[in-house]
């Protein structure tokens, strides 16, 4: 598995706790249990991928909060369920991940929205994360 396709998991599992309320730990454990073994190699993406879903949740009031303020018009409770795991997860990765490019994270957002999201999904992806993205940035040049 490689990172994309951790990213793909940890959206997948995102949508699930989301939607069952389920914990992370066997909603993680249920989908490696789906999966073929995996070679020894391996072992550092599902390792990337429990650090995407923790991250995500321990930190999920706060990227709640903090994408909440580029929403035009919406909440992040309206928004579909698909679209709200993809902006947490890139949103975990943009704020607390310092290891991964900006660019990365961005572009790999917009990819699963086009995939798994409706066909407005990649474009709504694409504004909210870019007005986080510079504000991330005006708050680094600043040095907060």
Known sequence: MNRHQSREKAIQV???IDMTQAEPKDVLANLLEEEDEQPAAEAQNTEFLNELVEGTVKHQADIDRTIS????????????NVDRAILRLAGYEMMY???????VTLNEAIELAKVYGTDDSPKFINGVLS?????LEKNEQKGL
């Open 14 to 16: 995102l949508f699930s």
């Open 69 to 80: 303020r580029y929403l035009r018009g919406w909440t992040m409770g309206r928004l579909a």
């Open 97 to 103: 991940r310092d290891d991964i490019p900006v660019k």
């Open 131 to 135: 007005s986080l993205v510079k504000d």
